[in-house]
């Protein structure tokens, strides 16, 4: 882990404040020209990424990027993981695909670790509840583009909860874009 990997960031109160009384927030994302740069670059990207061979409810192409991070004084530490374990989901929170294996081409590091994914990742995490100094966090990041025809819809998402059973989890879309956090020890 380098020095770059450190993300000053304030706790949004107020994001916080609605996750612990309501289960979830809806404050805007802070956006500065990283973030824009990555947003574009995500955008873009997400027509070169790989069909997904688990899905049948329509066409969908999705990629997986690990990080890993770590909350600190004065922000979060995020950095690039060589975690490659295949994203495997609970029964229980995805009735169709749960419990079952699934291995996910990733996009260039150059995009997954750029600075602006870092400062959304950054941004998130220090609002968590959970998020207290010394927390660590492995981070699954996906981008997915569906693809819905008027003869072939696509579902973005199966039918059911769709949760990963972790103590924290966080997805965040932008357009073709999630981001998820899982607390880890």
């Known amino acids: 882990m380098s020095q770059d990997s450190f993300i000053s960031v304030e706790i949004n109160a107020r994001s916080r404040n609605d996750l612990i009384e309501r289960g979830f927030t809806r404050q805007l994302l802070r956006i500065d020209v990283d973030v824009a740069r990555t947003l574009e670059e995500l955008a873009h990207a997400a027509w070169s990424i790989q069909k997904d061979k688990y899905y049948d409810g329509g066409d969908r192409y999705r990629s997986l990027n690990r990080l890993r991070a770590e909350i600190v004084q004065g922000g979060v530490r995020v950095w690039p993981s060589d975690e490659n ?15 079952q294996p699934r291995q996910y081409a990733p996009l260039p590091q150059a995009i997954a670790g750029a600075l602006g994914v870092r400062k959304m990742i950054a941004y998130h995490l220090r609002y968590l509840p959970l998020s207290e ?53």
């Not at 374990?85 to 419990?99: D, F, I, R, S």
């Not at 008027?150 to 924290?168: E, M, N, Q």
């Open 85 to 99: 374990a295949p994203y495997v989901q609970l029964e229980k929170y995805n009735t169709t695909l749960g419990g």
């Open 133 to 185: 100094v010394g927390t660590k966090y492995l981070i699954n990041m996906h981008v997915i583009r569906f693809t819905a025809t008027p003869g072939r819809p696509c579902d973005t998402s199966p039918p059911g909860l769709h949760k990963d059973g972790k103590s924290t989890s966080l997805r965040i879309y932008w357009a073709a874009a999630a981001l998820r956090a899982a607390k880890s020890s």
